[in-house]
Every structure is written in structure tokens, then in C-alpha cells.
């Protein structure tokens, strides 16, 4: 699937499935999954479904955008879609698209004028996503070759909506966002060969004033554990040795099974599962970050060392009006609980800048926490009022410049606290999951468990996939240089 670059999201430095195998369904599991190296083949299921049509699905946004459309992917799949590279080479073309900041959701609406032509074509085109449950119906009428509009809330409903195209509906919707369902796949197409994504929780319940999230995704739902587990245990059968359970506020999760898993318990049943030798979690909201979760990652290896934790700023006065429901003393607190782990825990953050009546002391504030936090990365954003949100109604009133020299500024402070916690691992002993391969000979890159990138030499023929030694030489801001450890 074709993956659209993150849009505007400034990043410093590092970075269901239930498949019941019918007759019908007679993919080979190593297409499914792409655990192959190498060119992506154009998959399909064979039998009686198989001349359907094919489709193309191209993802802008964030992780859960991605995990979306390796969903809605099984989904097509499973009716007996074929997947193609190219929009020239498809019959029904999906966008599955962002809006969290403006400029996304402007690329939005240029994008399908690039598709105009090929609706005349005979060609299907749908719009998925946050922009699709912000805009609506409206989408039609700005671009009235659009035949789908489906939000990620609605997601549940994809096949009838396929049906109903297939009958030859030219208007089909899907914008509910009160569902207090989950869009469970008998299938997931996933993209990554190394890592899995599985989303644990869907939508949110905060507010905070600046974020289109609560309206694009609906209210906060989690999946059962026992749905959780058993998925685990498929993808562990499938080969899968690292999970990355994903939530727009992961740790909000509450199990609706009467057994009732608190988060960290989630987390060590996930470890505990049979060839699972890695799972990762984002996004935290810190207000939901308790001492259970440092003491899981403390007593389970396999639980990542790396914590995601938005911060958004520095300034009490701007995470009141942000709505963030924490001061800065507090977030700090959180900070101090995981920096005095047994272990070291990366940590990382979001930050915005040029919030509504952010001060040049407010900014200095964030500054000032870069130098407290000592995060090993973070993603910077300037401020972009979004419809429907609380922001929108404050006075936007510092200057794109001003926004822009902010976060510049941000980052470059961020790139130095970078470049010193990496080159103080020079000389240590990494374990990194090997996921790709440079052009040039003998030079491999993968991530370590604190999710830091890491490019290394090994004499070694074939090493994707497989977890090794990496003796740390060099570093920069950005990753780790290494020679394997053999
Ligand atoms: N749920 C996560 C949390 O609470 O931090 C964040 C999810 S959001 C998809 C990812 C990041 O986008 C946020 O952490 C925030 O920094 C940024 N963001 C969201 N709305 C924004 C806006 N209106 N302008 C600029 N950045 C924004
Ligand atoms: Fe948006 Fe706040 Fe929810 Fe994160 S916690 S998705 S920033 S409303």
C-alpha cells in the first residue's frame, strides 16, 4: 500500500487478524503478511471471488492510519480484491487521509483534483479517514467524482458499503462516530514484515482544544483482551516476534470483558505470549501514566524500553488553555517515575508551538523541559486551528514566521540533548531487529528496543528479520552507528 509522506510532522532524530482459512480463501500466508523481502507482489485471493475488481489504497497520516488500511486492505481482500501499485492499474482507488493539521487535509482535496480524470475512466474513487468524517457529505459537492466517504468511526460498516457500490450506488457514506464498536477484520493485509500493529483501543475521550481526533474518530472503545490476545497468538504463529499495540491514548484502556485487564496487566499478557520477543505501545497520555506501567517494563524485557509520552508545552498556562488536563510539575513527576526505572526507558514526545497565546516566556518554558526531560526524540508541530475544536474560537495570533522560527528553534535545541545521548552509547552492546538492508554492501539498519535507529556493518549474507549484536562506534543526532557483534 502506498504510503503518503507524514505530513508536517517535524520529527528530531529517532524515529484482526482472526483469519479463518475457508476454501475460498486461499492466500499464501507469506503474501498476506509480506514477510518477504523485496518488491511487494500484487495480492489476491484466488477462487471464485477473484474477479472482482482491484483496488489501490494510498495512507497519509499517522500509525493508526496505516493500521487502518492494512484493515480496510483485508477487507478487500477478503471479497476477493486484488491489490495493484498504481491508481492507472485499479478499478476502485481509496484514499484513507488526515486532518489533524490543515495542510493535510488541504493535500486532501488536491490529491482527488489529480484523480478528476481518472473517475472518467469508469473508475471508483473513495475518500477514508478523518477527512472524510470531518468534510462528510460536503465532499461530493466539492468533488462530486467521489463516490465513497467513509470515516474511520464507521469502518465496521466497509462491506456493506462495498456491497452497496457493487450494486452501482454512485453515493455511498459511512459517518457515524457514536458506534461503540470496533472495526474488527476477519483479516488484516499487513504492511510491515517485522513489526505488527494492532489497535487496542479506537477514538478518544479527552478534549483538548486543539484536536480534531475526538470528532474524526468518536468516543473512546477498546477491543477485549480476549480479542487482543488471541490476535497475538495468530501473529505470533505467523512469525511476528514484535507487536506495537496502538491507541490514540493506549493507556486510557479499559477492558470490557469482565475480566477487566488494566493496561500493564495487557502489557504482560502480550509479553507472556509464546515467540513474542517485543511489544511497543503508543501514543500515552500522561494523565493515564501510572507506576504499574514503568513496574511492568521493569519486570518484562520484552515490554520495549521506550515511552511515548506527548508533553505539547511547557507552560501550565498553555496546557491549561490546550486542555491537557496536567500542569508541567505533574508531567514531570511522570518523567522522574520513568528516568528512575530499574532500567533506561527512551523517552519521547510531541510538541506543539505557537499555540493561541503562547509568550516568548511560555515557549522558553518548553525549552526549559527539553532540557528536564532529556528526550531521545520528539515530534514538533506549529499550531493549526482545526474545525470544530475549542482553539478555533481563541485569537490565532502569532505570526506563520514566528511559528516557524519557534520551532526551529525547538529543534535544534532537541538535536543537540540528541546528539549527546547517542554518542554517550558509543561503546555499547545493542540488540537490534535487522529491517533493512542498505544498496551498499555489508551496511544493514534496524531499531534497538529503545526504538533507535541503528546502521551497521555485517559480513553477513542474510540478516532481515532476525534480532543481533550491534557493537555501538559512532552516532549521530538522528541513529546509532554500528559493526555487528559477532
Ligand atoms: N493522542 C495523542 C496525544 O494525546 O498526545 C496525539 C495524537 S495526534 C494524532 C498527534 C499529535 O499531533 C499531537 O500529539 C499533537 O502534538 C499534534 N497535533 C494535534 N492537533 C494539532 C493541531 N491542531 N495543530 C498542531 N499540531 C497538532
Ligand atoms: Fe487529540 Fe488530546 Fe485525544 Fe490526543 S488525547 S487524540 S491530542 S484529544
Known amino acids: 500500500m502506498q504510503r503518503a509522506a507524514r505530513p508536517h510532522c517535524e520529527r528530531t532524530g529517532v524515529v484482526n487478524c482472526d483469519l479463518r482459512m475457508g476454501k475460498s480463501f486461499d492466500i499464501g500466508l507469506q503474501q498476506l503478511t509480506r514477510r518477504e523481502a523485496g518488491a511487494r507482489p500484487d495480492v489476491s485471493f484466488a477462487g471464485p471471488l477473484a474477479a472482482r475488481g482491484t483496488f489501490f489504497l494510498e495512507t497519509f497520516g499517522c500509525q493508526m492510519n496505516d493500521h487502518d488500511s492494512e484493515k480496510v486492505a483485508g477487507v478487500l481482500l477478503s471479497r476477493g480484491y486484488?491489490?495493484?501499485?498504481?491508481?492507472e492499474a485499479a478499478s476502485l482507488i481509496l484514499y484513507n487521509t488526515c486532518s489533524i493539521r490543515e495542510k493535510a487535509a488541504q493535500k486532501v482535496f488536491s490529491r482527488l483534483g489529480e484523480y478528476r480524470e481518472k473517475q472518467k475512466d469508469g473508475k471508483i474513487i473513495g475518500v477514508l479517514g478523518c477527512v472524510a468524517q470531518q468534510e462528510g457529505e460536503d465532499i461530493f459537492e466539492r468533488a462530486p467524482w467521489v463516490s465513497l466517504v467513509c470515516g474511520s468511526a464507521s469502518y465496521r460498516k466497509l462491506p456493506e458499503m462495498l456491497a452497496e457500490l457493487e450494486a452501482g450506488n454512485h453515493r455511498v457514506t459511512g459517518l457515524d462516530t457514536d458506534t461503540d464498536e470496533t472495526f474488527e477484520t476477519e483479516m488484516t493485509r499487513r504492511d510491515n514484515p517485522w513489526r505488527a500493529y494492532l489497535t487496542i483501543i479506537e477514538g478518544c475521550d479527552k478534549a483538548c482544544s486543539y484536536c480534531v481526533v475526538p470528532?474524526?474518530?468518536?468516543?473512546?472503545?477498546?477491543?477485549?483482551?480476549?480479542?487482543?490476545?488471541?490476535?497475538?497468538?495468530?501473529?505470533?504463529?505467523?512469525?511476528?516476534?514484535?507487536?506495537?499495540?496502538?491507541?490514540?491514548?493506549v493507556n486510557s484502556y479499559r477492558d470490557p470483558r469482565p475480566r477487566g485487564m488494566r493496561f500493564s496487566e495487557l502489557l504482560l499478557a502480550v509479553a507472556d505470549v509464546p515467540g513474542i520477543r517485543r511489544v511497543r505501545f503508543t501514543t500515552s497520555h500522561p494523565s493515564d501514566f501510572g507506576q504499574d506501567i514503568v513496574a511492568a517494563i521493569e519486570s518484562e524485557p520484552k515490554l520495549c524500553d521506550h515511552v511515548h509520552l506527548p508533553v505539547q508545552s511547557g507552560s501550565t498556562k498553555v496546557l491549561q488553555a490546550m486542555q491537557r488536563t496536567y500542569s508541567r510539575e505533574e508531567y514531570l513527576e511522570k518523567v522522574d517515575m520513568i528516568r528512575s526505572a530499574k532500567r533506561p526507558i527512551a523517552l519521547t514526545t510531541d510538541i506543539i508551538v505557537g499555540f493561541p497565546g503562547e509568550t516568548e516566556a511560555d515557549f522558553e518554558e518548553t525549552l526549559s523541559l527539553l532540557e528536564d526531560a532529556q528526550y531521545d526524540s520528539l515530534f514538533s508541530f506549529k499550531y493549526s486551528p482545526r474545525p470544530n475544536t475549542p482553539s478555533l474560537s481563541m485569537?490565532?495570533?502569532?505570526?506563520?514566521?514566528?511559528?516557524?522560527?519557534?520551532?526551529?528553534?525547538?529543534?535544534?535545541?532537541?538535536?543537540?540533548?540528541?546528539?549527546?545521548?547517542?554518542?554517550?552509547?558509543?561503546?555499547?552492546t545493542v540488540e537490534v531487529l535487522v529491517s533493512g538492508k542498505s544498496r551498499r554492501e555489508n551496511q544493514w539498519a534496524g531499531y534497538?528496543?529503545?526504538?533507535?535507529?541503528?546502521?551497521?556493518?555485517?559480513?553477513?549474507?542474510?540478516?532481515?528479520?532476525?534480532?543481533?549484536?550491534?557493537?555501538?562506534t559512532d552516532a549521530t543526532p538522528n541513529s546509532l552507528l554500528g559493526e555487528h557483534a559477532v
Not at 82 to 87: A, M, N
Not at 215 to 223: D, I, L, N, W
Open 215 to 249: 470528532y474524526t474518530r468518536g468516543p473512546e472503545r477498546s477491543r477485549s483482551s480476549e480479542a487482543i490476545l488471541r490476535e497475538v497468538h495468530q501473529l505470533a504463529a505467523l512469525g511476528y516476534s514484535e507487536v506495537q499495540l496502538l491507541g490514540q491514548t
Open 82 to 87: 486484488r491489490q495493484v501499485e498504481t491508481p
Open 395 to 428: 485569537n490565532d495570533s502569532i505570526p506563520e514566521e514566528e511559528k516557524s522560527r519557534r520551532l526551529a528553534v525547538l529543534q535544534d535545541k532537541q538535536r543537540e540533548i540528541q546528539r549527546v545521548r547517542n554518542l554517550a552509547l558509543t561503546g555499547e
Open 448 to 472: 534497538t528496543t529503545s526504538h533507535r535507529l541503528v546502521n551497521f556493518t555485517s559480513q553477513a549474507h542474510e540478516l532481515l528479520g532476525t534480532y543481533v549484536h550491534v557493537r555501538v
